[in-house]
């Protein structure tokens, strides 16, 4: 099966600039999450969607910061505009059923998407 | 709240010894613990995880942690590395059940 992919895989845009990460879960996975990690921190929650729907967006930074997932398919995580401290490595995740119900359901992580804002 | 704490930033060991990676956890409940590793240009991989039960777990790629309740810790083991295992290293804790809760990451360096 495919994995959970992720583009670009880096981005380096200007202070003030719009950017927009796209995520693919793996094909029938309700469960989608974002995570960041900034440089040399721990990588922290952002969001969890359910198909369409958000489930949990306690982890997003501010209102600059937007996400979907229109269809309940891909995810986009769009920054705008942007500022120096975004900068950092956005990860996506997916899984079948929430970090566990019943039997654990695997979560999967994707490369990340590498940005640099300048 | 619930937070981790990997207090080794950087750890070398050389090719074929021991590595014991540390971390210490802060959670109200019973916790439910993991440990990823990401290789370079690579996700995030699971190599274990610790729910209930025996408290030593194995895992993937010769992998295994220990939870220890009384220290509030989950370190993982290898009793011999290997230069492909030199990548980062994270643990985490589950809040709640829907999301984790990451320490900063231990990069791990392997010496020839």
């Known amino acids: 099966e495919a994995g959970v992919t992720q583009f670009p895989s880096h981005s380096v845009i200007e202070k003030g600039q719009t950017v927009t990460l796209r995520c693919d879960p793996i094909s029938g996975h309700d469960n989608l999450y974002w995570y960041r990690r900034v440089m040399g921190k721990e990588i922290k929650f952002l969001l969890h969607f359910v198909k369409e729907s958000k489930q949990d967006e306690s982890g997003m930074p501010n209102n600059r910061f937007l996400a979907e997932r229109t269809g309940g398919t891909y995810s986009t995580l769009k920054v705008q505009p942007a500022e120096l401290e975004d900068s950092g490595v956005y990860f996506c995740?997916?899984?079948?059923?929430?970090?566990?119900?019943?039997?654990?359901?695997?979560?999967?992580f994707g490369n990340g998407t590498r940005l640099t804002v300048t | 709240a619930q937070s981790v704490t990997q207090p080794d930033i950087h750890i070398t060991v050389s090719e074929g010894a021991s590595l014991e990676l540390r971390c210490n956890y802060s959670?109200?409940?019973?916790?439910?613990l993991f440990w990823y590793v990401q290789s370079p240009g690579q996700g995030l991989q699971l190599l274990l995880k610790?729910?209930?039960?025996?408290?030593l777990v194995q895992g993937i790629k010769g992998f295994e942690a220990e939870f220890k309740r009384s220290q509030s810790s989950f370190n993982l083991r290898k009793p011999s590395v290997h230069w492909s295992d030199a990548a980062e290293y994270f643990c985490?804790?589950?809040?709640?059940?829907?999301?984790?809760?990451f320490g900063t990451g231990t990069r791990l360096l392997v010496s020839p």
């Open positions: 610790y729910f209930s039960g025996d408290t």
């Open positions: 985490a804790v589950a809040k709640g059940f829907q999301k984790l809760v």
């Open positions: 995740a997916s899984s079948q059923e929430p970090i566990w119900e019943g039997l654990y359901s695997p979560l999967h």
């Open positions: 959670y109200g409940a019973t916790p439910y």
